[in-house]
């Protein structure tokens, strides 16, 4: 038998600082690096977040290192 898929590539992962949402239940969370505040309100439930780290694919946000150059 024959498989015309091509195996899947591993994806680069690396430890991420995050914002996740301190309520109970609500599993919402964000990239530090694409969050408009300092301390951002959690966007489903608007409670407080807090900062943790999470292993997630390596992304590069563009508009975070302009807005550093500019700022």
Same mark, same amino acid.
């Given at each position: 038998?024959?498989?015309? +898929? +091509?195996?899947l590539? =591993?994806?680069?992962?690396? *430890?991420? +600082?995050? #914002?996740? $949402? =301190?309520?109970?239940?609500? *599993?919402? #969370?964000?990239?530090?690096?694409?969050?408009? =505040?300092?301390?951002?309100? $959690? %966007?489903? $439930? *608007?409670?407080?977040?807090v900062?943790? =780290?999470?292993?997630?694919?390596? %992304?590069?946000?563009?508009?975070?290192?302009?807005?550093? %150059? +500019?700022?």
């Open positions: 038998m024959y498989n015309r +898929k +091509k195996p590539e =591993e994806i680069p992962q690396e *430890n991420t +600082k995050i #914002w996740a $949402c =301190e309520t109970e239940g609500c *599993n919402s #969370w964000m990239r530090d690096n694409f969050s408009f =505040e300092r301390t951002p309100n $959690c %966007l489903v $439930c *608007n409670a407080p977040m900062s943790s =780290e999470r292993m997630l694919p390596t %992304l590069v946000n563009s508009t975070a290192v302009v807005s550093e %150059l +500019k700022g």
